[in-house]
């Protein structure tokens, strides 16, 4: 049964727009970005974004173990959230037909894509220890996250990402 928890996304919205607002770094902002969610999110084990690079997802700014560092488009939640270019919450990973297992001690993830105008940067994923830890609330939460940072992000980026 999902058990939500409560965490105040339009705080944390504000708290992003405020720290990311005057540094023109793109590469600065997505590890603020990243290290802000990781530490304001309960029962997250993995945060990071992967950056896509031709036809692959190379690991960028994360919190949390060491994780794979290139992941293929259209595979895994990763990948198939980016390809589709649609958010993907999974409540059991062991589920998630062709998942690709980067900590076996990850049990459900949330993956947004973050796109800017037609063009897929890459994808913001995170990782809970616990099954069906990520809860309709925690999906509009993080995608209005990650909408307010590739707002930002799109005035700031010429040809690449980080």
Same mark, same amino acid.
């Given at each position: 049964m999902l058990q939500e928890t409560a965490v105040d996304y339009a705080t944390l919205e504000r708290?992003?727009?405020?720290?990311?607002?005057?540094?023109?770094?793109?590469?600065?902002n997505t590890a603020?970005?990243?290290?802000?969610?990781?530490?304001a999110l309960p029962e997250v084990n993995?945060?990071?974004?992967?950056? =896509?690079?031709?036809? $692959?997802? @190379? +690991? &960028?700014?994360f919190q949390g173990k060491?994780?794979?560092?290139?992941?293929?488009l259209g595979r895994g939640v990763c990948g198939s959230a980016a390809a589709a270019r649609r958010t993907l919450?999974?409540?059991?990973?062991?589920?998630?037909?062709?998942?690709?297992?980067?900590?076996?001690?990850?049990l459900s993830e949330l993956v947004?894509? =973050?796109?800017?105008? $037609?063009? @897929? +940067? &890459?994808v913001l994923d995170i990782d809970s220890p616990r099954t069906e830890r990520f809860g309709?609330?925690?999906?509009?939460?993080?995608e209005r996250l990650c909408a307010a940072f590739v707002d930002d992000l799109s005035t700031k980026i010429a040809d690449g990402f980080i």
């Open positions: 708290q992003l727009r405020s720290l990311i607002a005057d540094e023109p770094d793109p590469l600065a603020n970005f990243v290290g802000l969610l990781y530490n993995w945060l990071g974004v992967y950056v =896509l690079r031709g036809e $692959e997802l @190379v +690991l &960028g700014p060491p994780a794979c560092v290139r992941l293929p919450r999974v409540p059991d990973v062991r589920e998630f037909p062709g998942h690709i297992a980067c900590d076996p001690v990850s947004v894509p =973050l796109v800017v105008g $037609e063009r @897929v +940067l &890459g309709e609330e925690d999906q509009a939460g993080v």
